[in-house]
């Protein structure tokens, strides 16, 4: 393998395409003439204001974003979202949240300090397995939003049916799901996604938010930064952005157009899952931790269903030259996290792991 890189199925930061990577590398010492790499260069050059325009455009052609949504970079991480989602879209101080996992959990945790949050489903009675049924859910006329976690990457559900919100605000984190497929942004009031799992770099979420849904009569005590109006009036640099992020964002953003869009990566996406989920159905010694239909294209948990087992297994991988395949102690057993850029070969590869260990251990 060229540069002798490993296949790495962690959940997050994850693999970037190769060529992204090539790419950045050939303008690290000098950035197209600018004599400057992008990590030198003031947020406020013509140079960089062309970047981040660009990584905007390519990222609003890619999901078709409709005219009257906005496109925010953000720092601080998917962590930062769980407490600026309800800072400014709780308005009348009540939110309904849907719980799927870990992700939702913590979202859910964070919004309780901000006002009232009414769970109206849950999975956890089946430690989070599937993604509970959402066509009819007791939503009161004045919440301010209803929250997903569209993938669960610890847990390696996803959503392939939105919930019904009744009319009311659909909130989504989709990082770790973010352009692994098409997506129609106006069934959304907000999307958000840490970048690492899925795009570049760590340190900064993308936002995509309804304009009315900005407002300007939040709390007085709010940080500056943390109001979604600060960014959208200030095309996300009031402040000193993450200029590395979004300029290595905007490489995979145009990346995904080149390679024909997010319906050519749904495809790519669903052949290589398919690859490992094949082999987990028809294992006598491993099985999915999720069921069929809610399974996530991104994270496959995978347990033998025997700990010392599952301990033997990742051991193997190590020796086998396989990175980060352990599974959350919440769930146990294993997880390959297959982004967008781990290639199929990378599942290929896994599975004939898999599939000698079983012959061994029979
Ligand atoms: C990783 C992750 C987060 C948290 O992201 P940080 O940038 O580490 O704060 C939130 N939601 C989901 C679904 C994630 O996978």
């Not at 950035?31 to 325009?53: A, L, N, P, T, W």
């Not at 769930?331 to 079983?358: C, D, H, T, W």
Request: hydrophobic share 40%; net charge negative.
């Amino acid at each position: 393998m060229k540069y002798d890189r490993t296949f790495n199925f962690s959940a997050g930061p994850a693999m970037m395409p190769e060529s992204v990577l090539e790419e950045i590398r050939d303008e690290m010492m000098n950035y197209r003439g600018s004599g400057m790499c992008v990590m030198e260069m003031s947020h406020r050059s013509k140079v960089f204001q062309q970047i981040i325009d660009e990584a905007e455009a390519d990222l609003r052609a890619l999901m078709h974003i409709p005219d009257n949504y906005k496109v925010l970079f953000i720092q601080g991480g998917g962590t930062l979202q769980f407490a600026m989602v309800p800072m400014n879209l709780m308005k009348h101080g009540k939110a309904c949240y849907i719980e799927t996992g870990t992700w939702s959990k913590k979202a859910i945790a964070e919004a309780k300090k901000y006002g009232e949050v009414q769970i109206v489903a849950s999975s956890a009675d089946k430690n989070f397995s599937y993604i509970p049924d959402c066509s009819d859910l007791p939503i009161p006329d004045d919440c301010d939003y209803v929250y997903i976690c569209e993938n669960e990457t610890i847990n390696g559900t996803t959503w392939h049916k939105l919930p019904n919100t009744k009319g009311h605000v659909l909130v989504s984190d989709q990082s770790s799901m973010f352009l692994s497929r098409p997506c129609n942004v106006a069934d959304y009031g907000l999307i958000w996604a840490g970048v690492q799992k899925n795009v570049g770099p760590a340190g900064m979420s993308v936002v995509i938010i309804r304009e009315d849904l900005i407002r300007d009569d939040l709390d007085p005590k709010t940080p500056i930064y943390m109001m979604y109006k600060t960014h959208a009036d200030n095309g996300s640099m009031y402040n000193t952005p993450n200029c590395w992020a979004i300029y290595c964002c905007g490489k995979v953003f145009k990346y995904l157009r080149n390679l024909g869009g997010l319906e050519e990566m749904e495809r790519r996406n669903k052949a290589k899952a398919q690859v490992i989920y094949d082999f987990l159905d028809k294992s006598k010694l491993f099985r999915g931790a999720v069921v069929p239909q809610d399974r996530s294209l991104m994270n496959i948990p995978f347990v033998t269903g025997d700990k010392d087992m599952d301990a033997a297994v990742v051991a193997a991988s190590k020796e086998a030259g396989f990175d980060n395949l352990k599974g959350h102690k919440s769930v146990g057993g294993l997880r390959a996290s297959v982004y967008n850029a781990m290639p199929i070969e990378g599942a290929q590869a896994l599975v004939a792991f898999l599939e000698k260990f079983e012959q061994e251990h029979k």
